[in-house]
Antibody, heavy 119, light 107 residues
Framework: QVQLEESGPGLVKPSETLSLTCSVS????????WSWIRQPPGKGLEWIGY???????NYNPSLRSRVTISMDTSKSQFSLSLTSVTAADTAIYYC?????????????WGQGTPVIVSS | DIQMTQSPSSLSASVGDGVTITCQAS??????LNWYQQQPGKAPRLLIS???SLKTGVPSRFSGSGSGTDFTLAISSLQPEDVATYYC?????????FGQGTKVEIK
């Protein structure tokens, strides 16, 4: 049973870099693609991008210039880096597994970690 | 990006009622459509993939149908634990996109 747990600062200042890590347990990291999805307060879901154990990545074009997703297979962790954040980046950030193509069936999800962008 | 439009935005029904949520894609997405349930304060969970394949462990009162641009999520007999927001998601074209959600409440 795959389990995911996000960690990272809950408060980030505007213009700085948001950094989150997702720890994976219960599965081999080579068996899935690993995505980040976010949900602004009271709003819908936005796919940020994915990483594969090989290092292959794919990002949402709306965020591509600011996003890096990387994988540390030795620690069974993957990470999100989002640069030059603004208040619009305030959201709950979820890490998610995908057994399909990296952007198909998001299952399961971590519990989510809230990030507030504020000075 | 492909736009996913759900209707209604919210609904209220009695326990035992049948409920239907629709999702319309801005272009043909074949059967590449998933449904998720997000209970209050929780992460979303996958209910249905490929438009109509019920995930193992999901109650059989949930069902999905449709192809092309028009899709439906049905709950045959609404239960208190079904109070949640439901999202559709397409994965035919990158980036994957979600509907805006349908909030289901008990009357």
């Amino acid at each position: 049973q795959v389990q995911l747990e996000e960690s990272g600062p809950g408060l980030v200042k505007p213009s700085e870099t948001l950094s989150l890590t997702c720890s994976v347990s219960g599965a081999s990291v080579i068996d899935y693609y690993w995505s980040w999805i976010r949900q602004p307060p009271g709003k819908g879901l936005e796919w940020i991008g994915y990483v594969y154990y090989s290092g292959n990545t794919n990002y949402n074009p709306s965020l591509r210039s600011r996003v890096t997703i990387s994988m540390d297979t030795s620690k069974s962790q993957f990470s999100l880096s989002l640069t030059s954040v603004t208040a619009a980046d305030t959201a709950i950030y979820y890490c998610v597994a995908d057994r399909g193509s990296g952007w198909s069936w998001f299952d399961p999800w971590g519990q989510g970690t809230p990030v507030i962008v504020s000075s | 990006d492909i736009q996913m439009t759900q209707s209604p935005s919210s609904l209220s029904a009695s326990v035992g009622d049948g409920v239907t949520i629709t999702c319309q894609a801005s272009q043909d997405i074949k059967h590449y459509l998933n449904w998720y349930q997000q209970q209050p304060g929780k992460a979303p969970r996958l209910l249905i993939s490929d438009a109509s394949s019920l995930k193992t462990g999901v109650p059989s009162r949930f069902s999905g149908s449709g192809s092309g641009t028009d899709f439906t999520l049905a709950i045959s007999s609404l239960q208190p634990e079904d109070v949640a927001t439901y999202y559709c998601q397409q994965y035919d074209v990158l980036p994957p996109t979600f509907g805006q959600g349908t909030k289901v409440e008990i009357k």
